[in-house]
Structures are given as C-alpha cells and as structure tokens.
C-alpha cells in the first residue's frame, strides 16, 4: 500500500516525516515530545529544510518509520491555518469556499487548512488577530510546513473536505481580510515592517517578551529581523531582536 508521503508528492507537495501519536494524542515516537508538538515534530535532523519531493527517499523515510505523520512544506504554498473553532466552523460552511478552494480540516480545535499560492512568495509568516485582539491562528509562508491530510493525532484526523487545486492570490491576507469581512470579522492588519520582510511575532504573554533573547536565537534562521508585538497592561510593546 503506497505510504501518505508518496500521495501528497503526488498532489504535488514536498513532504517530510514527523512524529505520530497513540490513540490519547500523546508522542508514540520515542522521543518524548511535549504534548503541543506530539503529531507534529519532524523526525529529520534539519526539520522543513529536509522536505522533498523525491520518492526514493520517501520510500527511506516510511520504512524507518512506518507510523508516521506526514508534513508539507510551505515551499510555493501558503497556508491559512486557522485554529480558532468557531471561525473554523463558518469557514468550512462557506459554499464559495469549498466550491474553488483546497480545504483540509484539523483534528486539535476543529480547526482548518486553506491552501493558497501566492503571486510574491517570499513574504513572511504571521500570526492573525481579530481587532479585539482574539487569536485566529496563522499565515505559514516560505520556511514553515503544516500536517499533511491523511495523518492523524489521537484519534482525529487531517481530513481533506475539498479536493480542489490551490488557487493562486495576489496576497494571502489581502484575500482572507476580504473572506473574513464577509462572514462580519476585522482581521487586524499586520505591522508596518512586515511589509519590509520582518518576520512578526504577537504576543499578550509578559513572561514571553522578556525571554526573547532566549527563545528566539533558534528562529533566526532566515536571518530577518523580528518584531515582537504585545500588550500588558493596556501599554503596546514592540521589541525588535
């Protein structure tokens, strides 16, 4: 029986493994990983920058681990992973949508995948407010991948609701603020830098803006500058690094 990998190189992705879970949703990997990347965690030692779409080392890959869950690379992709239930819930009842776009849905939250291709490819991933600050999820752009449909955590599955092809946008944001607008939600606007290619980070966590330095070392690899973008208090914090 062909592995997921070798589907989703077929639909024209580029994939990697990752850890797998028992039927609690726990790390059945061995390698312990905590429960937010259980499911998730790639099992290559350079993570997204190792995902392919050559069969032969796929066919390596599900040999040495048989169980795994599978990855895409958000190399020529975007997605618009949405992991707010409630917006998720409109969303996949949206008729337009499932009618012209490539739709999967997540197992954690009952959220949602929506897969676009952008006219600029290089922009950066972002997280995605609401105006009154509510969390929606995020844009994964180039250097990002999500859990391929077909695997599954605990006992739910990444479920394919449409099969149509990714459309193409001019920008990713541009369109979902319109999408969103439709269904009566203002998406809050990203920063003025990340027009300049920061890479943007919001946060309403104190403890995590004052352990930047430590943190985000390990999320310079694209080398851009990252803004960090919070409020405590009522007081807008921006810290670049």
């Given amino acids: 029986m062909c592995c997921p990998g070798h589907q ?8 990697l493994p990752l850890c797998w879970t028992d039927e609690a949703g726990d790390c059945n990997c ?18 997204v920058n190792d ?3 050559d069969e ?23 997605v618009v992973d949405i992991d707010d ?28 995948h929506i897969y676009l291709v952008e006219d600029d490819s290089v922009q950066a991933s972002r997280v995605l407010f609401r105006q009154d600050g509510r ?24 479920r394919p609701i449409t099969n149509n092809a990714s459309v193409t946008v001019e920008d990713a944001e541009d369109w979902l603020t319109e999408v969103l607008e439709r269904l009566g939600v203002a998406l809050r606007q990203a920063p003025t830098q990340y027009a300049l290619g920061w890479t943007t980070v919001d946060t309403d966590d104190p403890w995590f803006c004052f352990t930047t330095k430590r943190i985000f070392p390990s999320l310079r690899s694209n080398s851009a500058p990252i803004l960090i973008e919070g409020n405590i208090s009522g007081f807008e914090i921006e810290t670049r690094l």
């Fill in 51 to 53: 995902a392919t779409t």
């Fill in 135 to 158: 969390r929606l999820g995020e844009l994964q752009r180039a250097g990002r991948y999500v859990v391929g449909p077909g695997s599954r955590i605990g006992s739910g599955y990444y």
């Fill in 30 to 47: 061995r390698r312990h990983h905590s429960p937010k990347n259980a499911g998730k965690a790639p099992l290559t030692s350079h993570g």
């Fill in 56 to 78: 032969a080392q796929v066919d390596i890959w599900s040999k040495r681990w048989p169980h795994a869950n599978w990855g895409i690379a958000c190399t020529g992709v975007t």
């Fill in 8 to 15: 989703l190189i077929a639909d024209g992705w580029s994939v």
């Fill in 85 to 112: 239930t409630e917006l998720a819930a409109l969303l996949k009842e949206d008729e337009e949508l499932k009618q012209h776009h490539c739709m999967v849905s997540t197992p954690r939250r009952n959220g949602l």
